[in-house]
């Protein structure tokens, strides 16, 4: 029983974590209509630069600054934040394939550049991390528990503010713009900017999800900023309902419980000489779900409730 | 040095072919095609089925052509695998893209790209196992052309690359001469104008994946020659053609051409300073370059 309960601790602490990962995309791509084809960049950005700020230091290698453990989730959102701005000042004035196309380049790159470096963990990626609180806690079920409730926090914070935001004037620029740019630009909105603030303000909240994802496992590696990462947090969107933030956690639930279920079943079930391919018929089936979703229910199981005025919802 | 010269105009070639069909498709039907670079492997590995076919049923075809590992049966097969890929191209388009771009969303087909790349990708991995395949077992050597600079040359790759060209040229004739390249070309400058003028829209649609498909067969299967096959292909090709279509300009088919051959040469010259590990982000920084100096490429037109 008690094995029951602390797997259910584990796998909604690290669907809990995805989620913030996939409301920062919603506020993308579902409010802004930015593709983001590198999620893991930004993701990894944040785990990696929680890591190196808050961790100890680690012969050849990098950081190691041992920063409190809230700064460094900080510092990591902030280089994010910065890989953002980069990539969105280059790319978000050009037609829409350019940011795809550089967004998966950074990711790519990203992937690439940790990977090769010993300063930062190399493949072998960075240890010597000490989680928070670890020696009050103690290392087994009940740190866990308050991890989950720390990061179920973040998750409801997260959600609010994203609330708030899409209520506010702001949010409405952000649909404005995403609706019909040339409308928006004639009432004196300047949508490159805009969207440049939702694109960094978004990969913030991933690259917050990233620090999480690194702290719950103190470790991070090349192994775990993989582009299938990108491919499933953008399941979790679209079958969750672009532009939801409700949807977003509610889809990001679903497939995570599918694709462990699937593993699992795999795992348990299918003869031995399959198991190899375990992940490849994993990686058809999600990529089945999409390409069903798009042609069959492309607005996800729950639809953005579109307002056509505040007027006419107060109605 | 030369060496890395040499390599980048035989990578290059490979990458303009593939380049080329992802910006014809990129330009007119306006979405970044991820899944491009999987019809390079599907055309690898149809040619490899062909390959092993035709050599079952006549021995002779199965002997290679000195001093290439080449065989006349890999030649057929070369052959039939671009009419095959360009067929599954048109198919992927018929069953995804087309009922997607019916739907509205320009952006959601790129994801749908993703989605297609992924089930492309790992099928062939299941079929195919995920262990690298070759064509010819043979051991090729390579000819030392010459001592100092020390210059390695598989006759492979020369095959490749006049391979290559001969392709573009046939391309270039069709495009320059023929009412169908003038068709293509008008839809490409004004696909409504196009259509008032008499052109049939999604019959160049369906052309335009055909010729697509075909050219990034033949891709597939020249990295097939010089390198090795495996499921993985698509995936390490897919930004260095997309670096090719950004860097000619998206739309523009000479740029695709010569950005083909720049990246090709950037990321082999790149060698000379970084260790290899790091090419795979090469790609990537010559994409910031060229947004950076030049954000609509070499040959491509402002529009957004």
């Not at chain 1, 999480?212 to 775990?224: G, K, M, N, R, V």
């Not at chain 2, 293509?184 to 052309?207: C, H």
């Not at chain 2, 990295?223 to 390490?236: A, E, H, K």
Request: with cysteine; net charge positive.
């Amino acid at each position: 029983m008690i094995g029951v309960i602390s797997y259910l601790v584990f796998f909604a602490t690290v669907a809990s974590i995805l989620s913030i990962a996939v409301l920062g995309l919603n506020l993308q791509w579902g409010n802004t209509g930015l593709f983001n084809g590198g999620v893991v960049a930004f993701f990894g950005a944040g785990a990696y630069g929680t890591l190196i700020l808050g961790g100890t230091p680690q012969a050849g290698q990098l950081g190691g600054f041992g920063l409190p453990y809230l700064l460094a989730l900080l510092g990591g959102m902030v280089c994010a934040g910065i890989v953002a701005w980069i990539v969105g000042l280059l790319t978000i004035r050009l037609r829409h394939d350019y940011l795809a196309i550089a967004t998966f380049g950074v990711a790519v790159a990203f992937e690439t550049v940790m990977r090769n470096t010993d300063a930062l963990g190399g493949a072998q990626g960075i240890r010597g991390f000490e989680r928070p609180l670890r020696e009050t806690l103690g290392n087994g079920f009940t740190y866990n528990l308050a991890f989950f409730a720390f990061v179920l926090i973040l998750l409801i914070a997260t959600y609010l503010f994203l609330e708030r935001l899409i209520q506010s004037p702001f949010g409405r620029l952000l649909r404005a713009i995403r609706e019909d740019e040339t409308a928006a630009q004639s009432l004196g909105k300047s949508p490159s900017r805009v969207r440049l603030t939702s694109f960094v303000a978004g990969s913030v909240i991933m690259g917050l999800a990233g620090g999480l994802y690194a702290t719950f496992y103190a470790f991070i590696s090349p192994q775990d900023v993989l582009p299938i990462l990108t491919f499933q947090i953008w399941a979790m969107l679209i079958v969750g309902g672009a532009g939801n933030n409700k949807g977003a956690v509610m889809g990001t639930f679903l497939i995570w419980a599918a694709w462990t279920a699937s593993g699992w079943a795999l795992s348990r079930f299918a003869p031995l000489e399959v198991q190899l391919y375990t992940g490849s018929i994993q990686f058809v089936l999600i990529g089945f779900v999409i390409v069903g979703m798009l042609l069959w229910r492309p607005q996800g199981l729950f639809p953005e409730k579109l307002v056509v005025s505040q007027s006419a919802k107060n109605k | 040095m030369i060496q890395n010269l040499v390599d980048g105009v035989l990578v290059g070639s490979i990458l303009s072919l593939g380049a080329i069909g992802l910006t014809m498709a990129m330009h007119m039907l306006r979405f970044a095609n991820f899944s491009h670079a999987e019809l390079l492997s599907i055309g690898a590995y149809a040619a490899l089925v062909f390959d092993g076919l035709f050599g079952a049923i006549h021995p002779a075809l199965a002997e290679a052509i000195p001093p290439l590992s080449l065989t006349w049966s890999l030649t057929l097969a070369l052959l039939l695998s671009m009419a095959l890929t360009g067929l599954s191209a048109v198919a992927v388009d018929k069953l995804v893209f087309k009922r997607v771009r019916a739907k509205g969303g320009e952006l959601s087909m790129v994801f749908a790209s993703f989605g297609v790349a992924m089930i492309i990708r790992n099928i062939l991995g299941l079929i195919f196992g995920l262990n690298p395949k070759l064509y010819s077992q043979d051991i090729v050597f390579a000819i030392v052309v010459s001592r100092d600079p020390f210059l390695l040359i598989k006759p492979d790759q020369v095959f490749t690359l006049v391979a290559a060209l001969l392709i573009m040229f046939i391309l270039h004739l069709v495009l320059s001469r023929t009412t169908f390249g003038y068709s293509l070309r008008a839809v490409a400058e004004n696909p409504t104008l196009a259509q008032v003028s008499g052109i049939n829209l999604s019959r160049m649609v369906v052309l335009i994946w055909l010729i697509g498909g075909g050219l990034a067969a033949a891709a597939g299967v020249f990295y097939g020659l010089t390198n090795q096959i495996s499921p993985v292909l698509g995936r390490d090709l897919v930004l260095p053609i997309f670096a090719a279509t950004i860097v000619g300009g998206i739309g523009s088919i000479y740029g695709a051409v010569l950005g083909g051959f720049l990246v090709g040469l950037a990321s082999n010259l790149a060698l000379v300073i970084l260790p290899s590990g790091y090419s795979p982000a090469v790609p990537f920084l010559i994409i910031l370059a060229v947004l950076i100096l030049r954000p609509h490429g070499l040959f491509g037109e402002e529009r957004t």
